[in-house]
């Protein structure tokens, strides 16, 4: 018989019931180092007290009201996002998918209403994940993804990550867009080389076209930047958000240039939850956190820290692990063995971590861990480790 909540998740036994910073309790009282922050989503970890504060005082004054009104927390925040990034203006949604779609859409309609019609293909690249609507798989394009959900999307090419020859060849008067993560998080923490990233704004540049960011895993302080394409030095025209701007509160953005944005006129899009008082509150203290030049330094010296310890994991145990990779605090650990054995292991020693493709374990910890958690989380997965060992 089937379960009550649809099946599509094999979930693991574990039901946590509190947290509290880059801890989760679990019902039986087991206290977990959380090194996955719900997939890159609780960047401040759970039970923020200043995000619990402003989520508890808005959610005491006015919840939702609708996009046909003024909501002064979602101006607040498009004003901080404007501020803090190459953007020039901002839709809010309420997931990494539903960004997505705008993306898309602002791409196809920049193009129509610049009289080219015909340009509505955007090239994408193989181990991307964009999410799971129809345009989402269809940008991806794996079979994984899209087996027996046709017909999908048309418009999307699909690339091998780092081909630059196809990439070039790929480039014709039909290509509106090139959709990329600066870091691919589920295609196993594989960061885009800044220069292959100056080489796409040059390529978008030298052909007329617009350069999508996906930053919905990697952005909001993960990789000791505020977005990741800044250690570049390069901007996008559009860039996807979520996850960690709402901290744990479902939040998603859509940031844009002013010309990538020009076709998106009133009637055009619309969300009835997206940039609702109580996402953009969260979002606008998750901003005022995150933003602040004093908590990246902090992000970067834990990161150099996890990752000098994870190096020396790696070292220690050569049948589980062949290397680290990753930007920041968002980490990857490249196994030899199955990365579902190495994660189930984890949780056998009480430690949080997820599983992504290419062999990988991703480390997503919440933003502000601290340094005493990050030895105590590195002993943990040795243990986990040593668990596996032959
Ligand atoms: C890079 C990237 N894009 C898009 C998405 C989809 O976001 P959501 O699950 O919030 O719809 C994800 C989710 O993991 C992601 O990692």
């Known amino acids: 018989m089937i379960s009550s909540v649809l099946p599509t998740y094999n979930r693991a036994p574990l039901s946590f019931v509190s947290g509290a910073g880059a801890w989760l309790t679990e019902a039986d009282g087991r206290r977990f180092l959380d090194l996955g922050a719900g997939i890159a989503v609780n960047a401040l970890g759970h039970a923020n007290p200043k995000l619990v504060e402003v ?16 909501i002064p927390q979602q101006q607040a925040l498009a004003d901080k996002l404007v501020a803090n990034t190459f953007a020039d203006t901002v839709f809010f949604t309420n997931s990494g998918t539903e960004s997505c779609e705008l993306a898309v859409k602002m791409a196809r309609k920049y193009f129509y209403d610049k009289g080219q019609p015909e340009r509505v293909e955007i090239i994408t690249f193989s181990g991307s994940f964009h999410g799971r609507s129809s345009a989402g798989i269809a940008a991806a394009g794996s079979e994984k993804m899209t087996k027996g959900f046709g017909p999908l999307l048309p418009g999307f090419v699909h690339l091998d990550f780092g081909d630059h020859d196809a990439l070039n060849a790929a480039i014709n008067d039909k290509i509106c867009a090139i959709l990329i993560e600066p ?16 080489g796409l704004r040059d390529l978008c540049d030298e052909h007329g076209i617009l350069l999508i960011f996906d ?13 990741a394409h800044e250690w570049a030095g390069i901007t996008p025209d559009i860039m996807m958000v979520a996850k960690g701007i709402g901290g744990g509160f479902p939040l998603g ?6 010309n990538a944005a020009s076709g998106m006129t009133a009637g055009t899009h619309g969300s009835t939850y997206g940039g609702n008082p109580l996402g953009c509150a969260v979002g606008c203290a998750v901003m005022d956190i995150v933003a602040d030049p004093a ?8 990161a150099s820290l996890l990752r000098q310890k994870l190096e020396g994991l790696v070292a220690g145990h050569p049948d589980v692990f062949e290397s680290v990779r990753g930007s920041g605090l968002m980490l990857g650990l490249k196994c030899k063995v199955a990365p579902g054995d190495f994660v189930n292991a984890g949780y056998g020693k009480e430690v949080i971590t997820v599983p992504a493709a290419d062999n990988v374990v991703r480390l997503l910890p919440p933003l502000n ?13 040795d243990a986990a480790a040593a668990s596996l060992a032959p």
Do not use: M
Not at 183 to 198: A, N, S, T, W, Y
Not at 253 to 258: I, N, R, S
Not at 369 to 381: C, G, P, S
């Open 55 to 70: 989520l508890t005082d808005q959610a005491q004054k006015l919840w939702h009201t609708s996009n046909l009104y003024q």
């Open 183 to 198: 870091v691919q998080g589920e295609g196993g923490i594989r960061p885009v080389p800044d220069q292959c990233l100056k």
């Open 215 to 227: 930053e919905v895993q990697c952005g909001v302080g993960r990789t000791g930047k505020l977005f």
């Open 253 to 258: 953005a859509v940031l844009a240039t002013e």
């Open 295 to 302: 908590f990246l330094a902090e992000v970067n010296r834990k």
């Open 369 to 381: 861990i601290t340094e005493e958690e990050i030895a105590e989380a590195v002993n943990r997965l």
